[in-house]
T-cell receptor, first 111, second 112 residues
Framework: SQQGEEDPQALSIQEGENATMNCSYK?????LQWYRQNSGRGLVHLIL?????REKHSGRLRVTLDTSKKSSSLLITASRAADTASYFC???????????FGKGNQVVVIP | DTAVSQTPKYLVTQMGNDKSIKCEQN?????MYWYKQDSKKFLKIMFS???????INETVPNRFSPKSPDKAHLNLHINSLELGDSAVYFC???????????FGPGTRLTVL
């Protein structure tokens, strides 16, 4: 079964609003990572959160991890048009970088 | 000063042909990867090399053969291309296990 499955809804928000997306996974993990992919480009790493961490921040990004519920969320605060992209979570069950990616969550920020 | 580069960016070819995609990273990373992203954006790992040694080989047809001449390069050769091979192929690298991966810009392969 596929690890790292984001909520399938596409998200369309106004600039300045916050965007939240969720990811659930099925097995235990060593770490969970979030990536962004702009249209026609490669993936860009955003945040890595380890299994013993509950929350992590990076600029306008906030990631939470709940290992008891096997879920993670990514919050983008004060969104900008440049945040328009697909966001992927990826789990690394064994810490050996065999990442399993979710299906991606499309976010559109309207200027 | 691109960190992970791939060539070509686009590749259009006929069924049955053999083609190669090249990847280079100048980050000094030890581990490199090949991923396939299908038309629905699903991304799946194909191979991983650590210091020129194969460490991950997912269930990929043996028409796909990775080659790592040194730890900065990981090329992907595909024999007897099929329609289902059409996808975007991404190369990535990381410092070591359990770390962030840095992706190349992708190679869009179209098999006619």
């Amino acid at each position: 079964s596929q690890q790292g499955e984001e909520d399938p809804q596409a998200l369309s928000i106004q600039e300045g609003e916050n965007a939240t997306m969720n990811c659930s996974y099925k097995t235990s993990i060593n770490n969970l990572q979030w990536y962004r992919q702009n249209s026609g480009r490669g993936l860009v790493h955003l945040i890595l959160i380890r299994s013993n961490e509950r929350e992590k921040h990076s600029g306008r990004l906030r990631v939470t991890l709940d290992t008891s519920k096997k879920s993670s969320s990514l919050l983008i605060t004060a969104s900008r048009a440049a945040d328009t992209a697909s966001y992927f979570c990826a789990t690394d069950p064994y810490g050996n970088n065999r990442l399993a990616f979710g299906k991606g969550n499309q976010v559109v920020v309207i200027p | 000063d691109t960190a992970v580069s791939q060539t070509p960016k686009y590749l259009v070819t006929q069924m049955g042909n053999d083609k190669s995609i090249k990847c280079e990273q100048n980050l000094g990373h030890d581990t490199m990867y090949w991923y396939k992203q299908d038309s629905k954006k699903f991304l799946k790992i194909m191979f991983s090399y650590n210091n020129k040694e194969l460490i991950i080989n997912e269930t990929v047809p043996n028409r796909f053969s990775p080659k790592s001449p040194d730890k900065a390069h990981l090329n992907l050769h595909i024999n007897s291309l099929e329609l289902g091979d059409s996808a975007v192929y991404f190369c990535a690298s990381s410092l070591d296990s359990g770390r962030a991966q840095f992706f190349g810009p992708g190679t869009r392969l179209t098999v006619l």
